[in-house]
């Protein structure tokens, strides 16, 4: 295994696509729980997502979110991922692709992506620039009534349970739908 020149500290996703046999799928089902379960006792995981085939297709991809390479890592290597591969092997026809995309990336790869090519840092640094900004400072605006008076750690933690997730899930995903031409490899 090959880790990449990312600083042990960045956050990590791991993003692999399977094609699953025909007949296979409700047992890859099972599998994908007792993944959820293995992956809850990897000290560093932090979530998981999971993209289902649509329209009778076999294609699975599935998100691991780590708090750093090196927890990416002692999942990658630990015997029981190894048995887990083991155990799906005979329900996959395919390994279509497995990535680690550092920090931040994931937000700017499209999740039906064929090969998960990035944008250039620049574009993908000043678009979250331009985002994030604004939804930083109304969010600010929005619970200083209700924190001002907590210490700076508090009040900073408040204001990040509303940002990361509302960036994560909403304003992100509409920034990088509507900057795709512009964000595309050059």
Same mark, same amino acid.
């Given at each position: 295994?090959?880790?990449?020149?990312?600083?042990?500290?960045?956050?990590?996703?791991?993003?692999?696509?399977?094609?699953?046999?025909?007949?296979?799928? /409700?047992?890859?089902?099972?599998?994908?729980?007792?993944?959820?379960?293995?992956?809850?006792?990897?000290?560093?995981?932090?979530?998981? @997502?999971?993209?289902? $085939? /649509?329209?009778?297709?076999?294609?699975?991809?599935?998100?691991?979110?780590?708090?750093?390479?090196?927890?990416? %890592?002692?999942?990658?290597?630990?015997?029981?991922?190894?048995?887990?591969?083991?155990?799906?092997?005979?329900?996959?026809?395919?390994?279509?692709?497995?990535?680690?995309?550092? @920090?931040?990336?994931?937000?700017?790869?499209?999740?039906? %992506?064929?090969?998960?090519?990035?944008?250039?840092?620049?574009?993908?640094?000043?678009?979250?620039?331009?985002?994030?900004?604004?939804?930083?400072? @109304?969010?600010?605006?929005?619970?200083?009534?209700?924190?001002?008076?907590?210490?700076?750690?508090?009040?900073?933690? %408040?204001?990040?349970?509303?940002?990361?997730?509302?960036?994560?899930?909403?304003?992100?995903?509409? %920034?990088?739908?509507?900057? /795709?031409?512009?964000?595309? $490899?050059?």
């Amino acid at each position: 295994m090959t880790l990449p020149d990312t600083p042990p500290t960045d956050p990590v996703t791991l993003v692999v696509r399977r094609r699953i046999r025909a007949g296979h799928e /409700a047992g890859y089902e099972q599998r994908l729980t007792e993944l959820g379960e293995l992956l809850g006792r990897v000290p560093g995981y932090r979530g998981t @997502g999971i993209l289902r $085939p /649509a329209g009778g297709g076999r294609e699975y991809t599935v998100v691991a979110r780590f708090d750093s390479l090196s927890s990416a %890592a002692a999942w990658e290597l630990s015997p029981e991922r190894t048995a887990w591969l083991d155990a799906i092997a005979p329900m996959v026809d395919d390994q279509l692709s497995f990535e680690r995309q550092p @920090g931040l990336d994931f937000w700017f790869t499209p999740p039906a %992506a064929p090969t998960l090519s990035q944008p250039r840092r620049w574009k993908m640094t000043l678009l979250t620039l331009l985002v994030l900004y604004p939804v930083s400072v @109304g969010v600010t605006l929005l619970v200083a009534p209700l924190v001002g008076s907590w210490p700076l750690g508090l009040r900073a933690l %408040a204001q990040m349970v509303l940002v990361v997730p509302s960036m994560t899930y909403l304003f992100m995903p509409l %920034a990088t739908r509507s900057a /795709a031409r512009w964000l595309s $490899p050059d």
